[in-house]
Structure formats: structure tokens, C-alpha cells
């Protein structure tokens, strides 16, 4: 496997369901970062974690839990979903703050809906 | 605070036309700037990045863009489009290395036969 790999690619869940969803990164790097994307919405970020430390929460709701327990996996454990959390839902990875033009690599999403 | 805006949701071009796609950015420091482009059912691909070197920055798949301070514009060029560049393109800009991105609205980019 290369670069950013996301399972699933796509879930169906209803709204009382518990899942997770899960990004690994084979690139060696230190942070790793969700996103969502909605329709006709930018992306917003939801977390950043560096050095398996979170280190930006963007007021995600509390029905969305990340997880790092190391540099190369980062996991969203979600439970009782609303149907507008319907979206891709996608992980991304970096170097780290202090790498020099640090850029991030994406992976393919997983896309999610909530019934 | 910084953002983007992207003018055009839609651009429409003929294969083999110029690809024009505009990108403005808000940052009040000097900006990291970025373009991705997303096929469809995949995820961000980086088509190329600003970072404060040379102003004319030069991509994958021949696309380049320049970056103008004084328009604060980064616009996104490809001489000639071919059917495989149909896709969603965004931009992006950061001022503090690439850890907090904000993207534009994207624009989809459709090519005519």
C-alpha cells in the first residue's frame, strides 16, 4: 500500500448505529488531519493530530470521536449520527509543523450516510 | 483570518482551449497557496503549491499558476485541456505551513469534444 488509505469506502449507517472509520498513512508522517465535504460546502477541518497528539478540535460535535494511537493511523468513531453528517468524509497526513512547506497528502474518502 | 474565494463554480472549455481557473485569496501574512484536484468518487490529489519561492510555480499534468501578491491571486493555467482534466479543482491557502488549510468552493471543470 502507498501514500493514504481509507476503510471504508462507503457505510450506510442509521442514526443509533456505532462505527468507525479508519485512515493509514504510508508516508512516514507525523500529523494526520480529517475533513469533511459536504455538497456544496468547502472543506472544513475537523481535527489535527501531531505526534499522535490532537492539536486542533474545529468544534466538532461530541457524536464524532477521534482516535491516534500512532503516527500512521488515525480512526472517527461515530455514534448517533444525524442525517446532515451525510458527506466525505476524508483523512489526510503531513510531515508536521515544523517541516519546511509542509504539504498535505490525502487519502480517497469514505463516503458516509446517515438514514 | 484568512480565506479564498474561487470564481466560477462551473468553467467550461473545449478540448485543446486554454484552461483559465481563478483563485483569490485573503491572508494577512505571506501565504502558502495550494491547488488540488478531485476525480470523481477519489480524494484530494496536490496539482501544485506556493510556498514563497518562485511566483510561477509549475504542476502535474502541464498545469501551472502564478502567484501576485498585488492581486492577491493565484489562478490556475493549462494551455490546452485534454478529456482526462475534467474534474473538481480547489484552492487553498494557509499561513502557517500547511496545518490549517482553508479551501475554497471549488470549481468543476467540464471538457467539451
Known amino acids: 500500500e502507498t501514500g493514504v488509505t481509507q476503510t471504508p469506502r462507503h457505510l450506510v449507517m442509521g442514526m443509533t448505529n456505532k462505527k468507525s472509520l479508519k485512515c493509514e498513512q504510508h508516508?512516514?508522517?507525523?500529523?494526520m488531519y480529517w475533513y469533511k465535504q459536504s455538497a456544496k460546502k468547502p472543506l472544513e477541518l475537523m481535527f489535527v493530530y501531531n505526534f499522535k497528539e490532537q492539536t486542533e478540535n474545529n468544534s466538532v460535535p461530541s457524536r464524532f470521536s477521534p482516535e491516534c494511537p500512532n503516527s500512521s493511523h488515525l480512526f472517527l468513531h461515530l455514534h448517533t449520527l444525524q442525517p446532515e453528517d451525510s458527506a466525505l468524509y476524508l483523512c489526510?497526513?503531513?510531515?508536521?509543523?515544523?517541516?519546511?512547506?509542509?504539504?498535505?497528502?490525502f487519502g480517497p474518502g469514505t463516503r458516509l450516510t446517515v438514514l | 483570518a484568512q480565506s479564498v474565494t474561487q470564481l466560477g463554480s462551473h468553467v467550461s472549455v473545449s478540448e485543446g482551449a486554454l484552461v483559465l481557473l481563478r483563485c483569490n485569496y485573503s491572508?494577512?501574512?505571506?501565504?502558502?497557496l495550494f491547488w488540488y484536484v478531485q476525480y470523481p468518487n477519489q480524494g484530494l490529489q496536490l496539482l501544485l503549491k506556493y510556498t514563497s519561492a518562485a511566483t510561477l510555480v509549475k504542476g502535474i499534468n502541464g498545469f501551472e499558476a502564478e502567484f501576485k501578491k498585488s492581486e492577491t491571486s493565484f489562478h490556475l493555467t493549462k494551455p490546452s485541456a485534454h478529456m482526462s482534466d475534467a474534474a473538481e479543482y480547489f484552492c487553498a491557502v494557509s499561513d502557517q505551513g500547511a496545518q490549517k488549510l482553508v479551501f475554497g468552493q471549488g470549481t468543476r471543470l467540464t471538457i467539451n469534444p
Open positions: 508516508l512516514g508522517h507525523n500529523a
Open positions: 489526510a497526513s503531513s510531515q508536521g509543523p515544523w517541516a519546511e512547506q509542509d504539504t498535505q497528502y
Open positions: 491572508s494577512s501574512v505571506p501565504p502558502y
